[in-house]
């Protein structure tokens, strides 16, 4: 199988980019600076912004899935998330790829909620209420195709080791931002590659 990647250099696109390729998969990574990528067997790096439809275009052409591990910033207004994923599904339904995996939060939509007040008001309300809001708009975006979609929503993560080991659910069980280490997301999200569990659903994810 051979998936591209948007966001490899974060951290949970550096787990995704790395456990892929530890299972034989074909990675190419879709990265502003080239450099940041460090040089792996299997691996190809394709310099572009994923605001560039058509760098985007081009790149999404021969692969067989789409992972995304972009995330905004709070002292940007652009909103990345949802801008980026029109041009890949756009580019996607060009080439006729049908998977994508994408990085969503814990708080958004029906989760709001479920955060607890101080998060909900102070974090989502005030400090990354666009983050947020770019989110919110990425899924609606996904839900309004006929793409075999995932949304996963995570809470706080963290560089911890990998307990290969989460909560996955999209039926309000899961309270609280809590929190899971970025490999254990990039496992969980490789594993969507072929699972249909989770299709055209939006499941939180913590440890």
């Not at 879709?30 to 760098?55: E, H, M």
């Not at 939060?105 to 947020?132: C, D, M, N, Q, Y």
Request: glycine content about 10%; overall charge positive.
């Amino acid at each position: 199988m051979r998936i591209i990647v948007f966001g490899p250099t974060g951290g949970t696109g550096q787990q995704i980019v790395s456990q892929a390729l530890d299972a034989g998969l074909e990675v190419t990574a879709f990265a502003r600076d080239p450099a940041t990528v460090p040089a792996r067997r299997g691996l190809t790096v394709v310099k572009g912004s994923p605001l560039d439809a058509t760098a985007v275009q081009s790149a999404i052409a021969h692969h067989h899935a789409v992972l995304s591990a972009l995330g905004g910033r709070p002292w940007r207004s652009l909103p990345i998330c949802s801008t980026a994923m029109r041009n890949i599904t756009a580019a996607m339904q060009q080439h006729r790829v049908r998977r994508i995996v994408a990085i969503s939060t814990f708080g958004a939509g029906e989760t709001r909620p479920h955060v607890g007040w101080l998060t909900r008001h102070l974090l989502f309300g005030l400090v990354l209420r666009g983050e947020v809001a770019d989110k919110e708009a990425m899924e609606e975006h996904l839900a309004a195709t006929d793409l075999q979609w995932v949304a996963v929503r995570v809470g706080l993560l963290t560089d911890g080791a990998p307990r290969n080991a989460w909560r996955a659910a999209d039926d309000g069980s899961i309270r609280g931002m809590g929190k899971i280490a970025r490999a254990d997301v990039a496992a969980f999200m490789l594993a969507q590659l072929r699972g249909n569990e989770w299709l055209r659903r939006r499941p939180a994810l913590m440890d």
